[in-house]
């Protein structure tokens, strides 16, 4: 019995299907065992963040009208800004002044406001201060205080996320920055 070239065309046609089909199965069993983590940037889902952008710069706007905001990192000071929200990880060396703020190890971090109409330090705040790794936040350093330190486990890009409360009036910070190249 003769091979015919149909039979050829028929068999190149089912390697072809069957390695295509191979792929696809493929990519639907990785994309199902990838890990999936929620970005929960100031206290709340991207979602939120997304909808509400606008008005969280207002708010900010708001905010530092009325106070002197400062965060201060490692000896660093920086205002209360959102300026790196807007820049992807890759272009953040080229237009972010933000860069190496944090140590690999110990970190500290001060957070002052004065209240730009009477000039007095403010204390009575509620502060949630989030430093997150950009994609994975098993590594989330959670902290609620005006003032301390926390320590870098290891070295990389890292996110600096804060949401300060005085009364009706909410201030944003969003920095990010990579540790110090040793």
Same mark, same amino acid.
């Not at 089912?14 to 940037?41: C, H, L, Q, R």
């Given at each position: ?27 639907? =069993? ?9 970005? *929960? ?8 963040? +997304? ?10 706007? !708001?905010?530092?009208?009325?106070? +002197? ?14 300026? +790196? ?11 972010? =002044? ?11 971090? !001060?957070?002052?406001?004065?209240? *730009? ?22 590594? +989330? ?12 486990? =290891? ?28």
């Amino acid at each position: 019995m003769k091979i015919q070239k149909y039979h050829l065309w028929l068999g190149f046609f089912f390697f072809i299907f069957g390695i295509t089909f191979a792929m696809i199965i493929w990519t639907i =069993k990785s994309a199902v065992n990838t890990p999936v983590y929620e970005d *929960k940037s100031f206290s709340t889902n991207y979602q939120d963040v +997304d909808e509400n952008y606008n008005s969280m710069v207002m708010a900010n706007i !708001k905010f530092n009208s009325k106070y +002197d905001a400062i965060f201060e990192i490692n000896g660093v000071k920086r205002g209360f800004e959102l300026n +790196d929200l807007r820049y992807g990880q890759r272009s953040l060396d080229k237009k972010s =002044k933000n860069q190496n703020l944090l140590n690999e190890g110990d970190n500290s971090f !001060k957070i002052s406001i004065l209240d *730009k109409k009477t000039n007095k330090a403010i204390n009575d705040v509620k502060v949630e201060l989030q430093i997150t790794r950009p994609i994975v936040d098993s590594e +989330d350093i959670l902290l609620k205080t005006l003032e301390g330190s926390f320590t870098i486990p =290891k070295s990389g890009k890292w996110n600096i996320i804060a949401k300060v409360t005085i009364g009706d009036d909410i201030g944003y910070l969003y920095i990010k920055t990579m540790t110090k190249e040793k």
